[in-house]
């Protein structure tokens, strides 16, 4: 069985998914904005376009004729899954999921309204007027998002009426496209967020991996951790949630779900129908397939007897700090002496501020403190740095 499947995206996810893919005797072509993406280099085959843009993505389908349209990111002109779906195509893990996503809206109304999991309160706005109103329902402090954006891009907190004017403006500023409209949610007091890895398949039941914690700052993940301590109750209720919208949204795959733990219970957040960033620690060796490889495994339809944790592990991001290109990795010898420890750089061409760049991961037997494996892995990722080996 060999699928031809076109990746749109192609980053460090894309990456690791494209080798598990190979692994299993596929064909991949990598497609992202720009030449020699990290996916790429390990891909049959590339193209280099411009996703939001359907006639691009159009003629890249039409020319690759694929089986699998795979997405690795939001930032896609989804629209035209449905169209590829009536074409015979399999989109993973569907044209809804995948569409109903990229909008904070579609899925916050299937969240909150037709399925009615908890979520943080909510108001809609397209105007500043509008959006005072919605700050005043929603109450101080409040989180704004634009409908359309990922990575924290537009988002900020309004913390006193004074931030009012500015966070709308922000907002407008980080919206993608001509996408005008953000929700406002109430601040969500949670103890911990998590994230729950959740695996839907063709022939075979909803699979939950142990839940993984994770820390956020600027809109990215700097550290997750696996297994997150959970209550039974919470968990429970977390895996019920994942179900639920997971099975409205159809298809099969991994699916990142967030939840924020609260003393009220918890808290629907939002979903990735793809493999997610956090889940990153699962390639420390922690589960027995990691995401990549259950994610590789669901969308062919192979079978997933079980996920099973083999050891608790921790993921912390090295970023770089400038612009440039050809980076210049240093530190790897002194990291890669500690034992129980591993790197994975994600060779991308070019580095600007904040831009993920590797991750050092970390692991010990189960029943080990994790505290102490996340404390190694932070004082680990501060000594791998990268510079830019040439000025951009
Ligand atoms: N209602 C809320 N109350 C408190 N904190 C929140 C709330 N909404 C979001 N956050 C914080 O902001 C982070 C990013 O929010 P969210 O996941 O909705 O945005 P995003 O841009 O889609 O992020 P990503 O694409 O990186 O997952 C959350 O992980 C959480 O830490
Ligand atoms: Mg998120």
Redesign the pocket.
């Given at each position: 069985m060999q699928k031809k499947i076109l990746l749109l995206g192609s980053g460090e996810l894309g990456r690791e998914l494209s080798i598990s893919l190979q692994r299993l005797g596929q064909y991949v072509i990598a497609v992202d904005s720009y030449a020699g993406a990290p996916a790429m280099q390990v891909s049959q085959a590339f193209e280099v376009i411009n996703m939001l843009d359907g006639a691009a993505l159009d003629q890249v389908v039409a020319k690759h004729k694929p089986d699998l349209i795979v997405p690795e990111i939001?930032a896609i002109r989804t629209e035209r899954f449905y169209e590829y779906e009536k074409q015979g195509i399999t989109v993973v893990p569907s044209a809804k999921a995948a569409n109903y996503t990229m909008n904070?809206k579609e899925i916050r109304n299937l969240a909150a309204e037709a399925l009615k999991l908890r979520t943080?309160k909510y108001q809609y706005a397209k105007t500043a007027a509008e959006f005072s109103e919605a700050v005043e329902k929603i109450g101080i402090p409040c989180?704004v998002?634009p409908l359309m954006?990922?990575?924290?891009?537009g988002?900020s907190i309004v913390k006193t009426k004074a931030d009012i004017e500015k966070a709308w403006k922000y907002a407008m500023e980080g919206s993608r496209g001509d996408y005008a409209e953000v929700i406002v949610?109430?601040?969500?007091?949670?103890n911990a967020?998590i994230t729950l890895l959740t695996v839907t398949q063709k022939n075979g039941n909803t699979l939950f991996c142990p839940p993984i914690g994770h820390r956020?700052e600027r809109?990215?993940?700097r550290e997750s951790w696996q297994p997150f301590a959970i209550s039974p109750s919470d968990l429970r209720e977390a895996e019920m949630m994942a179900q639920k919208v997971t099975q409205a949204l159809t298809g099969a795959g991994i699916w990142g779900v967030?939840f924020?733990l609260t003393d009220e219970g918890v808290y629907f957040?939002?979903l990735?129908p793809r493999p997610h960033?956090t889940g990153m620690v699962t390639l420390a060796g922690t589960q027995n397939l990691n995401e990549f490889e259950l994610h590789a495994r669901a969308i062919l339809g192979l079978p997933i007897p079980e996920i099973v944790l083999e050891r608790v592990g921790v993921s912390a991001v090295v970023l770089a700090e400038e612009n440039g290109k050809n980076p210049l990795y240093s530190g790897l010898e002194d990291v890669l002496k500690e034992p129980q420890t591993d790197v994975r750089i994600f060779n991308k061409p070019t580095t600007r501020p904040y831009r993920r760049m590797a991750v050092v991961l970390t692991y010990d037997k189960i029943g080990t403190d994790i505290n102490k494996v996340k404390e190694k892995a932070i004082s680990l990722s501060k000594r791998l740095s990268v510079k830019p080996g040439e000025p951009i």
């Open positions: 939001e904070r943080a989180v998002k954006s990922s990575s924290g891009k988002q949610e109430g601040f969500i007091k949670f967020e956020q809109g990215d993940y967030e924020f957040s939002e990735s960033d």
